[in-house]
């Protein structure tokens, strides 16, 4: 029953942080998503560059 109790309370905890911190953050504050490679400019919609991952490989072999 104590295990219960200490869940209920860990849990209303986070939800009380989250709603603190969805409050804080501005409307206006956009969801990023990189669509291309900082590093080389590629287009990677959001996922691993190729050529960079490529390129870390070719030098872990030297």
Partial sequence: M?????GIG???L???VLIKKIMRTSP???FK??????????KTNG???PR???ASN????K
């Fill in 28 to 30: 206006k504050a956009p």
């Fill in 52 to 54: 960079c991952e490529n």
């Fill in 14 to 16: 986070l939800a009380i």
């Fill in 33 to 42: 998503l990189g669509l291309y490679c900082k590093k080389c400019g590629y």
């Fill in 47 to 49: 996922l691993k560059c």
């Fill in 2 to 6: 104590v295990i219960v109790w200490i």
């Fill in 58 to 61: 070719r030098q872990s072999w």
């Fill in 10 to 12: 860990i849990g209303v």
